[in-house]
């Protein structure tokens, strides 16, 4: 059974344009600022690129926890890129950014949905999802929409 993220908005004082293409600026490998490198280090990996669909390895950390997915990524320049879970720890995730133009600048809007799959207990993935992925997933998008918003503010001049 699946279960719906929490959606989650961050306004940035900078052109959509730009807020796009830095989100979407996949596969340096690099991750926020200061965070260890090596295989300690959050970030991605670009796998394959076929013009605006991209396969990528994600690296991103929950305290001491480093969780590595794959994941296919659809970029519709300028507004909105999504993501499908391929592999890693979630039976199931789907979500998507989508970049809207405001007076202030831009408004990026994360929406998506997880599913935990425990064969033996169904109803146990679902809690799962629920009760422990889903408050710590929303978090670390919140961290990372956060991080992207001082970075696209920071670079901005005008």
């Known amino acids: 059974m699946k279960v719906r993220l929490r959606t989650q908005s961050v306004t940035i004082r900078a052109p959509?344009?730009?807020?796009?293409?830095?989100?979407?600026?996949?596969?340096?490998?690099?991750?926020?600022?200061?965070?260890?490198?090596?295989d300690m280090a959050e970030g991605n990996t670009l796998v394959e690129r076929d013009g605006n669909r991209l396969l990528l390895e994600f690296r991103s950390r929950d305290g001491r926890?480093?969780?590595?997915?794959?994941?296919?990524?659809?970029?519709?320049?300028?507004?909105?890129?999504?993501f499908?879970?391929?592999e890693g720890p979630l039976n199931y995730s789907k979500e998507e950014f989508v970049f809207t133009e405001v007076d202030t600048g831009t408004t990026?809007?994360?929406?998506g949905e997880i599913e935990c799959r425990m064969h033996w207990l169904?109803?146990?993935?679902?809690?799962?999802?629920?009760?422990y992925v889903k408050p710590r997933y929303e978090r670390l998008v919140l961290r990372h929409m956060n991080s992207l918003k001082e970075q696209a503010e920071g670079g901005n001049t005008g």
Do not use: C, N, Q
């Not at 990026?108 to 929406?111: G, K, P, S």
């Open 16 to 38: 959509r344009s730009v807020v796009f293409k830095l989100i979407s600026s996949f596969g340096d490998g690099g991750g926020d600022g200061g965070e260890p490198s090596g």
């Open 65 to 82: 926890k480093m969780y590595r997915t794959l994941e296919e990524v659809m970029l519709y320049p300028d507004e909105r890129i999504t």
């Open 84 to 86: 499908r879970h391929l």
């Open 108 to 111: 990026m809007t994360h929406t």
């Open 122 to 131: 169904p109803v146990a993935g679902w809690a799962v999802a629920r009760f």
